[in-house]
T-cell receptor
């Protein structure tokens, strides 16, 4: 099983700042089959990005996914108040696994 | 939309039964996959199972496949999950999901239910 390691565990930033979240895979993820989800307290996860860089329907363009192989990044170019949440990556290139999450909190 | 229903509390060693009711789409759509994901308290997400309507083939997480069964109920536009011999480690929020398949044979999840909390305790 491919293990996904997300870093940092917690990111403390202010609204308007740029957030950079990392997801590193223990093996290469084929065909950039990597997704990102946002989860707010008490809510279900919401798909943000799939295929490493394609935004899901209705997702603002401040959310940008990039990367390939074993290193992937989710960038939120300018944090809005509603963006403070936990973010998970998930690979679906070989079986299926999720990362442990990165919490983006208000500084 | 997806809506889970479940018992809330299950005793150890018993069987957990969950149902997901689908609205706004037919589970019998030719290319439709359906699935379950869970999240233990304070922990990461874990995929449990997915089913493909067209072939009725079911895919299970290797660590759970000996205890889990997933099925479709097209007459009620629902799908269900049964997990037997539950322990405290099965305590989690259980989400029903709609997987989107890719050429690898696996999925990302583009639609989620709100989740139903399940506690395993005597």
């Amino acid at each position: 099983e491919i293990v996904l390691t997300q870093s940092p565990g917690t990111l403390s930033l202010s609204p308007g700042e740029r957030a950079t979240l990392s997801c590193r895979a223990s093996q290469s993820v084929s065909s950039t089959y990597l997704a990102w989800y946002q989860q707010k307290p008490g809510q279900a996860p919401r798909l943000l990005i799939y295929d490493a860089s394609t935004r899901a329907t209705g997702i603002p363009d401040r959310f940008r996914g990039s990367g390939s192989g074993t290193d992937f990044t989710l960038t939120i170019t300018r944090l809005e108040p509603e963006d403070f949440a936990v973010y998970y990556c998930q690979q679906y290139g070989a079986s299926l696994s999720f990362g442990g999450g990165t919490k983006v909190q208000i500084k | 939309q997806l809506q889970e229903s479940g018992p809330g509390l299950v005793k150890p060693s018993e069987t957990l039964s969950l149902t997901c009711t689908v609205s706004g789409a037919a589970i019998s759509s030719r290319r439709a996959y359906w699935g379950w994901v869970r999240q233990p308290p304070g922990k990461a997400l874990q995929w449990i199972a997915s089913i493909y309507y067209y072939t009725n083939r079911v895919y299970y997480h290797p660590s759970l496949q000996s205890r889990v069964t997933m099925s479709l109920d097209t007459s009620n536009n629902q799908f269900s999950l049964k997990l037997n011999s539950v322990t405290a480690a099965d305590t989690a929020v259980y989400y029903c999901v709609r997987p989107t398949s890719v050429t690898s044979g696996f999925w990302y999840f583009d639609l989620w239910g709100r989740g139903t909390p399940i506690t395993v305790s005597s």
